[in-house]
């Protein structure tokens, strides 16, 4: 495709994001690089790397400025209608082709590296907990949670077995499985007294 | 060291493994390679080959034929304390020093190689899931469980936050960190009847 000429920097971030996606998703994770974003956005690799140090960092923005809208949880008054909305929407963004192999792939860069690791949760993990905490203290509000559940940990309990499927056992993240998830999670282990 | 020299089978492939830890707790798990290992155990690097295809699934069968009679369940007609227990002697070996980083290191590979996951899964995560849900039936037949729990999701439920501390969010694995998974497990999220 034809290189891009852009001069203005809001204009040259959205080239350099929308280039890194679009060549991701051509290459895959381990053969994209910076050089490649930097020609295919019309810009020199120095303007890339004077943002974003690594391209782990590069796709994660990315990835998350074109979607994050969409990983915002919605108040209909029904707390589990609404996290089961919110975790389709993540697993269907970066835990299901085409991106999850590539969110996988940063995932396992962010294990020797601390720069990825640190731009993962302050880019993406912490916000989309505070977020998951602030919708559950309004339903804990409105009568829909147990008074004393842990919120602190609900959004670990949450996302912890999604992670468990992409990175671990490599089992289906479908939507069933987020149901039972859910299920499982209100409805708890404990006998009933 | 001395470099040892081992003829017998049994004896050759107990050398080695015990090289393996070794060498990974001296020079971590970037810098471990089959040929040093075979170094230190006197034996020819295609020794170490026939049976280990790769350093991670060597890593992992060292460290899991050494330390596995430690991650079984005992029934002591407490679940949640057996559970306990268990979690435990996982976390304590492969979700901190010394070996924590190390695993950690190994489930970074079994992101890009299919081999270190299938190992990963075959070796280690399978098992330990299935005797989980073995020591969850049994506790559900007691009357410890509530009846109509998703047992096949369990395993799941209550390794997925530890992964994601280990992985992801790089908080500390403590005690009290599983104390509170298991509680909240039990207790579950939504509001009692």
Redesign the interface.
Same mark, same amino acid.
């Given at each position: 495709m034809a290189v891009r000429r852009v001069t203005r920097p809001a204009d040259r971030t959205e080239a350099i994001m929308r280039a890194a996606l679009e060549l991701a998703g051509e290459v895959g994770y *381990?053969r994209l690089s910076i050089e490649a974003v930097a020609a295919r956005a019309g810009v020199g690799k120095h303007t890339v790397y004077r943002r974003w140090p690594s391209k782990g960092v590069l796709f994660l923005d990315s990835i998350l400025t074109v979607n994050e809208p969409r990983l915002d949880y919605r108040d209909t008054g029904d707390i589990v209608a609404d996290l089961r909305e919110q975790m389709v929407a993540v697993v269907d963004l970066v835990g299901r082709p085409p991106w999850g192999p590539l969110y #996988? *792939?940063v %995932?396992? =860069?962010?294990?020797?590296s601390p720069e990825v690791?640190a731009a993962?949760?302050e880019r993406f993990?912490?916000a989309q907990a505070e977020k998951t905490t602030a919708r559950l203290r309004a339903a804990r509000d409105q009568?829909? %949670?147990? &008074?004393? /559940?842990?919120l602190d940990?609900?959004s =670990?309990?949450l996302?912890? &077995? %999604?992670? /468990? #499927?992409l990175?671990?056992?490599?089992e289906p993240l479908t939507h069933n499985y987020i149901d #039972?998830?859910l =299920? *499982?999670? /209100?409805?708890?282990?404990? &006998?009933?007294a």
């Open positions: *381990a #996988r *792939a %995932l396992g =860069e962010a294990q020797h690791a993962l949760n993990v912490r009568g829909q %949670l147990s &008074p004393g /559940f842990d940990l609900a =670990e309990l996302v912890g &077995p %999604l992670y /468990f #499927r990175l671990i056992s490599e #039972r998830v =299920e *499982a999670l /209100f409805a708890g282990m404990g &006998p009933k």
